[in-house]
C-alpha cells in the first residue's frame, strides 16, 4: 500500500538538543511539506519541496532545517535555536497542484 | 488578510443524530475548499473538495456545501456513527502563485453511544 510513514510515532528530547524527524513516502509524489500542529491552531507549514533538491521557507521555518536528497524522503530538524518546539509535526505530499494533499500519521515531540 | 473561522470549537451529539459544522473564510482570490477528517493522532484525510461553481457535495453521510457570495462552508453529517468522532478541519486555497492554503482550527465532534 502506499503512503506516507513517519517516525517516530513519539519522541522526546531534552532542551537543547536538535533531533531529526523522519518522513518516507512511497507514492511517488514530487512534492512534500512539514507542517506543525498546535491545540487550538490551524496546521502551520513548516518547510516544503515542489522537487528533489530544493525546498522553501514556510511560515514558520525559523529553527528548522530540512533536506531533500531524495523523492521519497523529506527528514525535518528540530534544532535548539527553535524557542517551543513541543508539538505536534505532520508531513504531507501531493501529486499535483489540484490534488489533496496525503499526510502522515504524525510525530508528537515534547521537549523538556 | 487571510483567515478562516471554524465553529463550533467542539460538539458532542449522541449516535445516530445529525450534525453540522460551520467554516467561514476571508481568503481571497479563492480557488476552492477542502474538509479533513483528522482521527486523534493520526493524519488529517481529505473528505470532499468545493469549487468555486459547487454548491454541494455528498461523500457518503458526509454533505459538505459552499455559498461562495457569504464566503460560507458547512459540513453535515447524517446518522452520525461512533467512528465520526474525529476533528474536522476546513482548509481554503488561495489562488496565488503558491496555491496559499490557510487552515481553519478544527471542530472536534464527539459522537456517544
Known amino acids: 500500500d502506499g503512503g506516507i510513514t513517519q517516525s517516530p510515532k513519539y519522541l522526546f528530547r531534552k532542551e537543547g538538543q536538535n533531533v531529526t524527524l523522519s518522513c518516507e513516502q512511497n507514492?511517488?509524489?514530487?512534492?512534500m511539506y512539514w507542517y506543525r500542529q498546535d491545540p487550538g491552531q490551524g496546521l502551520r507549514l513548516i518547510y516544503y519541496?515542489?522537487?528533489?533538491?530544493?525546498?522553501q521557507k514556510g511560515d514558520i521555518a525559523e529553527g528548522y532545517s530540512v533536506s531533500r536528497e531524495k523523492k521519497e524522503s523529506f527528514p525535518l530538524t528540530v534544532t535548539s535555536a527553535q524557542k517551543n518546539p513541543t508539538a505536534f509535526y505532520l508531513c504531507a505530499s501531493k501529486d499535483s497542484q489540484n490534488s489533496p494533499l496525503h499526510f502522515g500519521n504524525g510525530t508528537r515531540l515534547t521537549v523538556t | 488578510k487571510n483567515q478562516v473561522e471554524q465553529s463550533p470549537q467542539s460538539l458532542i451529539i449522541l449516535e445516530g443524530k445529525n450534525c453540522t459544522l460551520q467554516?467561514?473564510?476571508?481568503?481571497?482570490?479563492?480557488?476552492?475548499l477542502r474538509w479533513y477528517k483528522q482521527d486523534t493522532g493520526r493524519g488529517p484525510v481529505s473528505l470532499t473538495i468545493?469549487?468555486?461553481s459547487e454548491n454541494t457535495k455528498s461523500n457518503g453521510r458526509y454533505t459538505a456545501t459552499l455559498d461562495a457570495d457569504t464566503k460560507q462552508s458547512s459540513l453535515h453529517i447524517t446518522a452520525s456513527q461512533l467512528s465520526d468522532s474525529a476533528s474536522y478541519i476546513c482548509?481554503?486555497?488561495?489562488?496565488?502563485?503558491?496555491?496559499?492554503?490557510?487552515w481553519g482550527a478544527g471542530t472536534k465532534l464527539i459522537i456517544k453511544p
Open positions: 507514492l511517488n509524489h514530487d512534492a
Open positions: 468545493m469549487t468555486f
Open positions: 519541496s515542489q522537487i528533489v533538491n530544493d525546498f
Open positions: 482548509v481554503v486555497i488561495v489562488m496565488d502563485s503558491n496555491y496559499q492554503l490557510i
Open positions: 467554516c467561514n473564510y476571508t481568503v481571497s482570490p479563492f480557488s476552492n
